[in-house]
């Protein structure tokens, strides 16, 4: 089945620096990406959604000069978090999409946490 | 506001219980739903999914779920939970519309006693 993989699963960064997350499609071509955050006891909560070639749509209320997105190719989306704080610390996940209507396929996550 | 209701936050059951999870969405026109589910410690998979055609929808695992179009309705059952059932289950709904995009509910947590 589709396989979307997502690196890293965990990573602890010091306040003010810049993480990246990326998001691969293992066996097909993922015209469009989203990008969620959880909190903890919430629901996943859609801060983006992009599309390979062109700039990431955002959802009301993400700063998208914090959260950068790119979608380079029709395998690779990557979520960089500039100037990390503590209140940035949460899991994200990253789902992708192939050609026409078709259920997401969701990576297993990334745990960031911002000291 | 467009929003995806899940009734129960918290269900505990005992084994052999039969399960209902309440569904209901605001978003006018075509849908497509979808039920996930989230083991412990797992990511989310796909449990069930309704495009068009048979209302009831059948999933992995004994899942099932019926939309009813008049109730904006996309309930998920199963007639006897299993201890292994224990997770997070989240509906979610893909309102074309809407630009496309998959709006969760806030997730409901069932744990079976064994």
């Known amino acids: 089945g589709a396989v979307v993989s997502q690196h890293p699963s965990r990573v602890i960064c010091k306040s003010g620096t810049s993480v990246k997350i990326e998001c691969r499609s293992l066996?097909?071509?993922?015209?469009?990406m989203f990008w969620y955050r959880q909190f903890p006891k919430q629901s996943l909560m859609l801060m983006a959604t992009?599309?390979?070639?062109?700039?990431?749509?955002?959802e009301q209320g993400v700063e998208k000069d914090k959260f950068l997105i790119n979608h380079a190719s029709l395998t690779l989306s990557t979520l960089t978090v500039t100037s990390a704080h503590p209140e940035d610390s949460s899991f994200y996940i990253c789902?992708?999409?192939?050609?026409?209507?078709?259920?997401?396929?969701f990576g297993n996550g990334t745990r960031l946490t911002v000291t | 506001a467009q929003s995806v209701s899940q009734h129960n936050h918290h269900v505990i059951l005992s084994e052999a219980a039969s399960l209902e999870l309440g569904c209901n969405y605001s978003?006018?026109?075509?849908?497509?739903l979808f039920w996930y589910v989230q083991y412990p410690g797992q990511h989310l998979q796909l449990l069930l999914k309704?495009?068009?055609?048979?209302?009831l929808v059948k999933g992995i695992k004994g899942f099932e779920a019926e939309f009813i179009k008049s109730k904006f309705s996309f309930n998920l059952r199963k007639p006897s939970v299993q201890w292994s059932d224990t997770a997070e289950y989240f509906c979610?709904?893909?309102?074309?519309?809407?630009?496309?995009?998959?709006?969760f509910g806030a997730g409901t947590i069932l744990r079976v006693k064994s």
């Open positions: 789902s992708a999409r192939g050609l026409g209507v078709s259920p997401l396929h």
């Open positions: 066996d097909f071509q993922a015209t469009t």
């Open positions: 992009s599309n390979e070639g062109s700039k990431a749509t955002y």
């Open positions: 978003y006018g026109g075509t849908v497509n």
């Open positions: 309704y495009f068009s055609g048979d209302p």
């Open positions: 979610a709904v893909n309102a074309l519309e809407y630009g496309n995009k998959l709006v």
